[in-house]
């Protein structure tokens, strides 16, 4: 079992940035692979990022390539979200998941979820 729990969403005006986090524990996690998808109010679920937790390799979404870099701290069991210039449409839900599938876009090849932090972008 793995349990994720982020943090570090909130409130915050265009053009700033945010830091999301994500807290995994309950096993090892060589071969996991780390994501993060966004779902605004009334839309499906998006892709965001992933991230190998061996190796470093990083995957994100073709859309935010460029403002969001998705990092790890192997030591403190931590992802990262880094999001730059945010804009009002990247207000949603954040969730962080994991999963044996490496660079998948598709929220089924992720088994384990974290609860969701709430991103907001005021114009």
């Known amino acids: 079992q793995v349990q994720l729990v982020e943090s570090g969403g909130g409130l915050v005006q265009a053009g700033g940035s945010l830091r999301l986090s994500c807290a995994a524990s309950g096993r090892t996690f060589s071969g996991i692979a780390m994501g993060w998808f966004r779902q605004a109010p009334g839309k499906e679920r998006d892709f965001v990022a992933a991230i190998m937790w061996s190796g470093g390799n990083t995957y994100h979404a073709n859309s935010m390539k460029g403002r969001f870099t998705i990092s790890r701290d192997i030591s403190k069991n931590t992802v990262y979200l880094q999001m730059n210039s945010l804009k009002p449409d990247d207000t949603a839900v954040y969730y962080c998941?994991?999963?044996?599938?490496?660079?998948?876009?598709?929220?089924?090849?992720?088994?384990?979820w974290g609860q969701g932090t709430q991103v907001t972008v005021s114009s």
């Open positions: 998941a994991a999963g044996r599938v490496w660079a998948s876009n598709k929220e089924g090849d992720y088994e384990y």
